[in-house]
């Protein structure tokens, strides 16, 4: 393989993480999970069935078509939820709700690209698709 070759997907991935860091360093986007922010998302996390934990606030923001926003999606939310609570002016904070016992993978996402109803199952190849980064969920 060409080391001087760059796939378009880590390009998108790398920019998007910059961004996200851009945001977060002006007070924009807030990681509340433990041990996670925009370079890292990946840390597990345990949560126990009925618990419900913030996990991401994004900031107000202009209203605009299309565009981006900084959100999660489960890939099984029988197991866990994503809840997103709409503020003022477009500021979310998203939380996930530990539905029944299990494990998941929850990813990072520009919720423009997904469907607004996250109880909906998104299909899995369409999830890692816009996926930014993931981490397992594991409810005991």
Same mark, same amino acid.
């Given at each position: 393989?060409?080391? @001087?070759?760059? %796939?378009?997907?880590?390009?998108?991935?790398?920019?998007?993480? *910059?961004?996200?860091?851009? /945001?977060? +360093?002006?007070?924009?986007?807030?990681?509340?999970?433990?041990?996670?922010?925009?370079?890292?998302?990946?840390?597990?996390?345990?949560?126990?069935?009925?618990?419900?934990?913030?996990? /991401?606030?994004?900031? #107000?923001?202009?209203? #605009?078509?299309?565009?981006?926003? *900084?959100?999660?999606? =489960?890939?099984?939310?029988?197991?866990? @939820?994503?809840?997103?609570?709409?503020?003022?002016?477009?500021?979310?904070? %998203?939380?996930?709700? +530990?539905? #029944? %016992?299990?494990? @998941?993978?929850?990813?990072?996402?520009?919720?423009?690209? /997904?469907?607004?109803?996250?109880?909906?199952?998104?299909?899995?190849?369409?999830?890692?698709?816009?996926?930014?980064? =993931?981490?397992?969920? @594991?409810?005991?």
């Amino acid at each position: 393989m060409n080391p @001087t070759f760059v %796939s378009c997907g880590a390009v998108r991935r790398l920019l998007l993480v *910059m961004l996200c860091g851009a /945001l977060s +360093a002006c007070g924009g986007i807030a990681y509340h999970l433990p041990e996670h922010s925009a370079e890292r998302m990946s840390v597990p996390q345990t949560m126990r069935p009925g618990e419900q934990r913030l996990a /991401l606030s994004t900031p #107000a923001r202009l209203p #605009a078509p299309g565009g981006f926003e *900084m959100g999660l999606a =489960s890939e099984d939310p029988d197991v866990v @939820t994503v809840v997103v609570r709409e503020g003022g002016m477009g500021a979310t904070e %998203s939380s996930l709700l +530990a539905r #029944a %016992s299990g494990r @998941t993978r929850v990813h990072y996402v520009n919720r423009f690209a /997904l469907p607004r109803d996250a109880s909906f199952r998104i299909p899995l190849d369409t999830l890692q698709a816009v996926s930014l980064g =993931s981490f397992a969920v @594991t409810v005991k």
